[in-house]
């Protein structure tokens, strides 16, 4: 059988994949594929993780050199195909080279749209579409260059924000009032702009650049109204054109983009488009989902197996930036009669949400701060859901109806990766021919949720579903009571505002409760609202109802709290009258460096506890425990840094805080570690010159060795990192799990990642809420003199006496 | 047979919502739940390890102990969790007069007889004997 000659023309995403698909029928062509850039295949859409530095340019790479070869497809890269002669069948190339072809697909995608100003050939002046654009910006980029980037949609922000964390001074121009407007609204523009200046990028709105200044080079860009702003460099992300001029040269029907119908045909049956230059419907596509579904489409046609149709893509969008979420599908406007917006925002998080609903069915969705649902509403939109039933979840799922999608109904045909094409088909071939039990190896597999990662969720319900062993990143609910996992809780909580145990308890669980999550929601509401929530002692252990450590015949033992483990001879003084006055039965040093009176009764508390003069010292709750510190420098031959201020002080910064379990710390002036910091949730570790920040050591019924979080220069960095450290293990760990359990759980590169390495807002946003918390939080001993109950620690004396 | 005696014990706000307080009454250690709709009484010592049970979290009407965390029903006295457990405490009956929470004990004579409160007891609900009628919640 003689082979048809096949040639395709971009050798970009929409074009590869294509001919990843007509590889799947029959042999039938000869294949050869001309591209303009020098690379391989390679994912454009994490061109934007690339120039922001989390990931390095050939793990974008989609197809190895190996993987043309052995398909034999011949491989004409830098060679950008000037004319089509469709009457003779040939493309020409910039090469002087003339191919001829039986069938052409032109795969030719967009180039960067330039909007008309003056300038914008100077020198400095860059677009941001391939990976050497990339290159150049990152070539440019360097800490202090001023960058203003022309264009605040979804490209412009991605850019700007990768420029950003190379440390550029950036700021947007935008011609239009709110950014993304294609695909948010007023308000979730607003969320969004804020997000971004929190980031520390400028954004200026319903600005018109005319000229990008400058003698010969870029030196700022000018705006209608005669305002300017200065720039090193500029990028223009102004939007994209499809490239339609081959389709000219074919003689192709063209609009905007070349027309194909619902087979993916152009109005010349040998000739064929796909991907952003093509026009379907009236729509053309700047994303890379309809790729694939119309590359699909195509094959099937150009195999002589025609038959599926195309009928256009959901337009969704996701904004990939670290730590801005932004999702939006379909159509949000309000305007077409018939529609309800459902909202939901919270300026304080920075989250707003706006599903439109028309007939019952949701029309369009906007989520900005949190797109952790984003899923469901695209199944919605893709399915038309009647969402009638579910009006009162809309926002929010209802408790037990969280099950997801339904997996197994779903086409093996069907695309679960969008980043990557990477369909259901695929994923479950993988599995069960590579063994694969686990998300990572599938990742690793399939490339499967590997770039936005938003159909993580899905493919671990396949992975659920089919494979056999399946290893899940075990999420358990709470208890029965309120069966949901903590981190949804956390969330849930957080959007819905509640702030007392009871509340959530009514809402989400049985209204009752049970002494596994009563403290777990008490520690969360507090936690949540930074100590400005409701509290509720009747869900508190009792230790919490009354600040100390319950023994095994109902007395207490009481811990002052001693700095650092530094005391002086009238503190000590103070504990030994103590001890004698109330009968103490024993006085014991613990191994954390403390005093621990034990044997009290209940009612003598308040009295102890002024008699001491001290504060608590927490030794009874999921909480700060203490610092352990070594001798330092004030009187050790060996110490080199002065660990015993240093903890002073990190104790004196945390103390009166909760935590998910209780959390010890420890601080050492040299690597000997006579404080054992390294078996501590949080360890500072002096050493010439420098300090090891570690965390998620123990030494309990485990024992581990804590990881390095970082090493820094200065004390005050030190403690920086460890309060960084300190509220994010308490916003992201369930309640009662050790930092050792924690710091395993996530691993050590995710919490660099998320608290030293995050960038400066969510820093900030750690920092902010600790010092809330810290703000409000106060000593619990203080309730010895104003206590929250008359009876709190008062034995009642019954009315009538009775013989006994 | 009127070998019972209802005992004012103390002002029902004294007992915070969900929470218990121990009494000393004739000699017993009791404790005393205020669940909201009612209020009930039970020994104040867990049958396993003789924990605090006023100190315990209240979860509907069971209180859990401090110490080990048996469950114990604050209507029956039996022990929930650990499950099939024959171990229990004694409940006592209650009511309210005037805010005032009263508790029923037996006669000092009657207590050196046999004991009508020990486990198993499940009238909860007053009767005639009780100097209100019903508990005014």
């Not at chain 1, 304080?348 to 949701?362: I, P, S």
């Not at chain 1, 403690?719 to 359990?741: H, V």
């Amino acid at each position: 059988m003689t082979m048809e000659k096949l040639v395709v023309v971009g050798n970009g995403m929409a074009g590869v994949a294509c001919v990843e698909q007509i590889l799947k029928h029959a042999p039938k062509f000869e294949i050869t594929i001309f591209g303009d850039e020098t690379h391989v295949n390679y994912n454009r859409i994490l061109l934007s993780s690339v120039l922001a530095g989390e990931k390095a340019a050939d793990e974008i790479r989609l197809n190895s050199l190996e993987w043309y070869q052995s398909h034999g497809i011949e491989l004409r890269l830098g060679v950008r195909i000037t004319d089509v002669d469709a009457e003779r069948k040939t493309v020409t190339g910039d090469d002087s080279s003339v191919t001829s072809f039986d069938k052409l697909l032109i795969a030719t995608g967009s180039t960067p749209l330039i909007p008309p100003m003056e300038g914008t050939k100077k020198e400095g002046v860059f677009v941001f579409r391939n990976l050497d654009d990339t290159r150049v910006l990152l070539d440019r980029a360097a800490p202090g260059k001023k960058a203003v980037v022309i264009g605040g949609g979804l490209l412009g922000l991605e850019a700007a924000r990768g420029l950003q964390v190379q440390g550029c001074d950036v700021t947007v121009v935008h011609l239009m009032d709110t950014l993304m407007e294609r695909q948010l609204d007023l308000t979730g523009g607003g969320y969004l702009k804020a997000k971004m200046e929190c980031l520390g990028v400028k954004v200026l709105l319903e600005r018109n650049a005319t000229a990008i200044l400058g003698n010969g080079k870029a030196a700022g860009v000018a705006f209608k109204d005669g305002s300017g702003v200065e720039a090193d460099f500029v990028v223009i992300a102004a939007g994209i054109r499809p490239n339609v001029e081959l389709g000219r040269k074919a003689g192709l029907q063209v609009n905007r983009g070349i027309v194909v119908n619902d087979f993916m045909e152009t109005s010349d049956p040998d000739v064929f488009a796909v991907g952003e230059c093509v026009e379907h419907n009236g729509t053309c596509y700047g994303l890379v989902a309809p790729l694939f579904e119309q590359g699909k489409v195509l094959a099937a046609t150009i195999t002589g197996n025609r038959g599926p149709v195309y009928s256009g893509t959901i337009q969704a969008a996701k904004l990939k930036i670290m730590g801005v979420d932004v999702f939006s599908a379909g159509n949000f406007s309000e305007k077409v009669p018939g529609t309800d917006a459902v909202r939901y925002e919270d300026p304080a998080l920075g989250v707003y949400k706006k599903l439109t609903v028309r007939d019952g069915k949701l029309a369009g969705v906007i989520l900005v701060g949190d797109t952790s649902d984003s899923h469901r509403y695209m199944d919605w939109l893709r399915a038309s859901t009647d969402l009638t039933a579910m009006r009162r979840q809309l926002l929010f799922p209802g408790p037990a109806d969280d099950a997801g999608l339904d997996v197994a109904a779903m086409a093996d045909s069907k695309v679960i990766c969008g980043c990557n094409g990477v369909t259901k088909g695929t994923i479950i071939q993988a599995i069960h021919e590579k063994g694969i039990n686990t998300l990572a190896q599938l990742k690793d597999c399939t490339r499967a949720s590997t770039g936005c990662g938003s159909c993580t969720v899905v493919c671990q319900q396949l992975l659920k579903a089919v494979a056999p062993e399946f290893q899940e990143e075990a999420k358990k609910n709470l208890c029965k009571c309120v069966p949901f996992p903590e981190d949804k809780l956390r969330e849930i909580l957080r959007s819905q505002r509640l702030r007392s145990v009871q509340e959530v308890l009514e809402i989400y669980g049985n209204g009752v409760g049970c002494e596994v999550c009563k403290p777990a929601l008490s520690y969360m509401v507090d936690m949540l609202w930074c100590g400005d929530h409701d509290e509720d002692r009747s869900a508190r252990f009792i230790n919490d109802r009354v600040h100390a450590n319950i023994q095994k015949d109902g007395t207490f033992s009481v811990v002052p709290r001693i700095r650092g483990g530094v005391t002086s001879a009238r503190e000590l003084r103070r504990i030994a009258d103590v001890a004698e006055k109330y009968k103490v039965p024993m006085v014991k040093i613990t191994g954390s460096q403390r005093i621990d009176l034990l044997g009290v009764k209940k009612a003598d508390l308040p009295q102890i506890w002024a008699d001491l003069g001290m504060p608590s010292g927490q030794a009874y709750t999921k909480g700060v425990r203490m610092v352990k510190t070594c001798v330092g420098t004030d009187f050790c031959r060996f110490g080199v840094q002065d660990s015993t201020k240093a903890g002073i002080e990190l104790e004196r910064r945390l103390e009166n805080m909760y935590t998910p379990h209780k959390l010890k710390m420890g601080a050492v002036g040299c690597p000997r570690n006579c404080a054992e910091a390294t078996v501590k949730d949080i360890g500072i570790i002096g050493q010439e010159g420098s300090w090891q920040v570690v965390v998620g050591g123990a030494a309990g019924k485990k024992v581990r060795k804590a990881d390095l979080l970082i090493t820094v220069e200065s004390t005050e960095e030190a403690l920086q990192a460890a309060t960084l450290f300190f509220q994010y293990y308490r916003e992201n760990a369930n309640f009662l799990e050790r930092t050792y359990d924690f710091v395993e759980r996530k691993g050590i590169e995710t919490v660099r990642r998320e608290t030293v390495y995050a960038p400066l807002a969510i820093q900030q946003g750690l920092r902010e809420r600790l010092r809330k918390s810290k703000r409000i939080s106060r000593d619990a001993w203080l309730e010895g003199d104003a206590p929250r109950h008359p009876t709190q620690f008062v034995q009642i004396e019954p009315l009538e006496k009775v013989q006994a | 047979m009127n070998n019972k005696k209802w005992i004012r014990i103390t002002a029902l706000q004294n007992i915070p919502l969900r929470e218990g307080r121990s009494v000393n009454v004739a000699g017993r250690e009791i404790a005393i739940f205020n669940l909201g709709d009612r209020v009930l009484a039970v020994d104040g010592r867990c049958p396993h390890k003789g924990g605090p049970l006023a100190e315990g979290i209240v979860t509907g009407d069971t209180v859990v102990c401090p110490l080990h965390a048996w469950k114990i029903s604050l209507e029956t006295g039996s022990v929930t969790k650990p499950e099939a457990n024959p171990a229990c405490v004694a409940t006592y009956r209650t009511c309210m007069e005037a805010g005032v929470v009263l508790i029923e004990l037996p006669e000092p004579s009657a207590a050196n007889q046999s004991n009508p409160f020990l486990c198993g007891e499940q009238n909860r609900v007053a009767s005639g004997d009780s100097p209100s009628p019903s508990p005014v919640f």
